[in-house]
T-cell receptor
């Protein structure tokens, strides 16, 4: 596609349920990032992929959070046993290491009731 | 932890005025980038300045970088109502390393 695509755009779930968020990066982009943004706040780094490997997953808040990337393309971020504090917009971005510039998706807004 | 801190947190100006936002960071960088975010949307890349550059221009945008002070500024000249958005600086400490974002400046441009 022309840009980074994220789904779902909105997700409302009950506390304790698992959720999966998907990111489809720009074709050919080897770098893929997940960030989290709470209302009115800055971006909190979660995890970075280069190809299918994750050289930096230092931002994942707890072991309830995991992410994978397959085929050097699509990535899924999974949150198990969701908590209310997980409510935020989850942003995905892709890019190439040489340029440094990132292209962002529109985000997945997660609300945990 | 945040690598970059923007100043001011919020800025309100009238259309036609210039807007200046500052960013300070803590560690040595490979490059510094500025992004814009409209309310409820993803971020859009504005400009990238490398550590060996001191100033860069793109249309109405002017970015400066002072590595000795670990700071950068973004100047938007002749602002328009459509410039209303949040602006974030982001630093990259090396190739294939993560991009760390600052806390952002909310700019409001009124008619």
């Amino acid at each position: 596609g022309a840009g980074v695509s994220q789904s779902p755009s909105n997700k409302v779930t009950e506390k304790g349920k698992d959720v999966e968020l998907r990111c489809d990066p720009i074709s050919g982009h080897t770098a893929l990032y997940w960030y989290r943004q709470s209302l009115g706040q800055g971006l909190e780094f979660l995890i970075y992929f280069q190809g299918n490997s994750a050289p930096d997953k230092s931002g994942l808040p707890s072991d309830r959070f995991s992410a994978e990337r397959t085929g050097g393309s699509v990535s899924t971020l999974t949150i198990q046993r969701t908590q209310q504090e997980d409510s935020a917009v989850y942003l995905c971005a892709s890019g190439t290491p040489n340029t440094g510039e990132l292209f962002f998706g529109e985000g997945s807004r997660l609300t945990v009731l | 932890s945040q690598q970059g801190e923007e100043d001011p947190q919020a800025l309100s100006i009238q259309e036609g005025e210039n807007a200046t936002m500052n960013c300070s960071y803590k560690t040595s960088i490979n490059n510094l980038q500025w992004y814009r975010q409209n309310s409820g949307r993803g971020l859009v890349h504005l400009i990238l300045i490398r550590s060996n550059e001191r100033e860069k221009h793109s249309g109405r945008l002017r970015v400066t970088l002072d590595t000795s002070k670990k700071s950068s500024s973004l100047l938007i000249t002749a602002s328009r109502a459509a410039d209303t958005a949040s602006y974030f600086c982001a630093t990259n400490t090396g190739t294939a390393s993560k991009l760390t974002f600052g806390t952002g400046t909310r700019l409001q441009v009124t008619l």
